[in-house]
């Protein structure tokens, strides 16, 4: 059964360096999430993709964050600058269609120091 | 925006019980609610889904209940298992690009 991959498993970066997690969607896939969850507390939506630009963005996705399908398969959010607030398991997820399930990926659990 | 309250936070059941976790949401416009299951260290998984134009909707030992007009829906797992140990997550849609989720329930199966 085909997965959503996400590389770094992990990742420890010093505060104020960018780093960009990577995502593979599942292949026939269309529309492409970023999720964030704080340890210890709810899973929170960051941003939708569709057709190579944003369809929406919650109010945690301010400039320091971007994403970008680069090329046909991978999905990416960068954080410009991070945060010591910015440490948080990052999911990507994926979806067939508008509707249709988000499934989602291992995470990358992101550490700022 | 979307508010998803979910309770109880923790869940302790003998093997053999039932487990009922229950949310509620704050925008009627909402209109899929997914249920996700994470086991420690690993991904959220769907387990199942129902749609607002569904009250009811049951796979094996797992049901989902949804009254739009309380606005709140309930996960209902019959003849626990250990394996059903884990924290489940309730989420709502309403445009289908975002899931707004519950603080996740805690399950613990007693052997």
């Known amino acids: 059964e085909p997965e959503v991959t996400q590389t770094p498993s992990h990742q420890v970066t010093q505060m104020g360096q960018e780093v960009i997690l990577r995502c593979v969607p599942i292949s026939n896939h269309l529309y492409f999430y970023w999720y964030r969850q704080i340890l210890g507390q709810k899973v929170e939506f960051l941003v939708s993709?569709?057709?190579?630009?944003?369809?929406?963005k919650s109010e945690i996705f301010d400039d320091q964050f971007s994403v970008e399908r680069p090329d046909g398969s991978n999905f990416t959010l960068k954080i410009r600058s991070t945060k010591l607030e910015d440490s948080a398991m990052y999911f990507c997820?994926?979806?067939?269609?508008?509707?249709?399930?988000?499934?989602f990926g291992p995470g990358t659990r992101l550490l700022v120091l | 925006g979307e508010n998803v309250e979910q309770h109880p936070s923790t869940l302790s059941v003998q093997e053999g019980d039932s487990a009922v976790i229950k949310c509620t949401y704050s925008?009627?416009?909402?209109?899929?609610f997914p249920w996700y299951k994470q086991e420690l260290g690993k991904r959220p998984q769907l387990i199942i889904d129902i749609r607002s134009n569904v009250g009811e909707k049951k796979d094996q030992r797992i049901a989902v209940t949804l009254n739009k007009t309380a606005k709140h829906f309930s996960l209902h797992i019959t003849e626990t298992q250990p394996e059903d140990s884990a924290v489940y997550f309730c989420a709502a849609s309403m445009n289908d690009y975002k899931l707004s989720f519950g603080a996740g329930t805690t399950v613990t199966v007693r052997a």
């Open positions: 997820a994926s979806s067939g269609t508008m509707g249709e399930t988000q499934y």
């Open positions: 925008d009627s416009a909402s209109n899929y």
């Open positions: 993709f569709y057709n190579n630009e944003i369809s929406e």
